[in-house]
């Protein structure tokens, strides 16, 4: 059974919550609510709970506020949200687990199992402090990214991925020390990711990292060197979008 509270400032949203996870969240044991960071920093302190349902968004402060300020994250974080493009980018990037209002059920429960899965693994809190760490790092290029496997997830930063190809619904992931990873996620779902963090889709099988280039050769579309020695295909509709970028 793990201890939980529910950080969330919208009364209604708190009881449905609560409610729904006494009906369908056998593992989940509620040890206390609040409304705003600062009850919420309080209830952590006060209940040790082994898990946060945290509203991203809440009058006078945000997630990153509140876990910014405990001393030590030994719990795991489901983060509830409305829909927002910059929360939904910093969620995924740390593989944290998220659900989205109104709340469904059905991903309330696998959100809960993921966790109890987390806790038996004794990995908990890591999806967490790696979106602390990102929010904190101004850097884009020195943001992390976790990239979940099949038998686990590894962390990579964004500097060391030189470029990103398609695989039907695989994405291979080359890094600067030559290692190829495999994700079972679309390469449209990493172009979305990383648009903001100077990649770029040049091909419809190859999402690059702008700054991993040294060099372009002519053509109808043209071929992209990469500091790691391999050339990537331009697409004709991608060569100006590319060319601009220099």
Do not use: W
């Amino acid at each position: 059974m793990l201890k939980a509270i529910i950080v969330e400032d919208e009364q209604a949203s708190r009881e449905t919550l609560a409610n729904y996870l006494e009906k369908y969240c056998p593992d989940i044991q509620l040890a206390g609510e609040a409304p705003s960071v600062k009850t919420g920093l309080a209830a952590i302190r006060e209940h040790q709970p082994d898990v946060v349902f945290l509203d991203v968004e809440m009058p006078y402060g945000n997630a990153s506020d509140l876990l910014e300020q405990v001393e030590t994250i030994n719990f795991e974080t489901i983060f509830v949200t409305a829909f927002s493009n910059y929360a939904m980018k910093a969620l995924n990037f740390s593989a944290a687990y998220y659900i989205l209002k109104p709340i469904d059920i059905d991903e309330l429960i696998a959100a809960v199992e993921k966790v109890v899965r987390e806790r038996e693994n004794q990995s908990y809190a890591f999806h967490t402090k790696i979106l602390i760490e990102n929010i904190q790092t101004v850097n884009k290029q020195l943001h992390k990214v976790v990239l979940p496997l099949l038998d686990g997830f590894d962390v990579v930063q964004v500097k060391d991925i030189v470029r990103c190809q398609g695989n039907d619904n695989f994405t291979d992931f080359h890094l600067m020390d030559g290692q190829k990873k495999v994700i079972c996620r679309t390469l449209k779902f990493y172009e979305e990711l990383l648009n903001e963090f100077d990649f770029l889709r040049v091909h419809k099988s190859h999402l690059v990292n702008m700054q991993h280039v040294k060099g372009y050769k002519k053509g109808k579309g043209g071929m992209l060197a990469l500091i790691d020695g391999s050339m990537v295909d331009v697409s004709p509709n991608k060569k100006q979008e590319l060319l601009n970028r220099f």
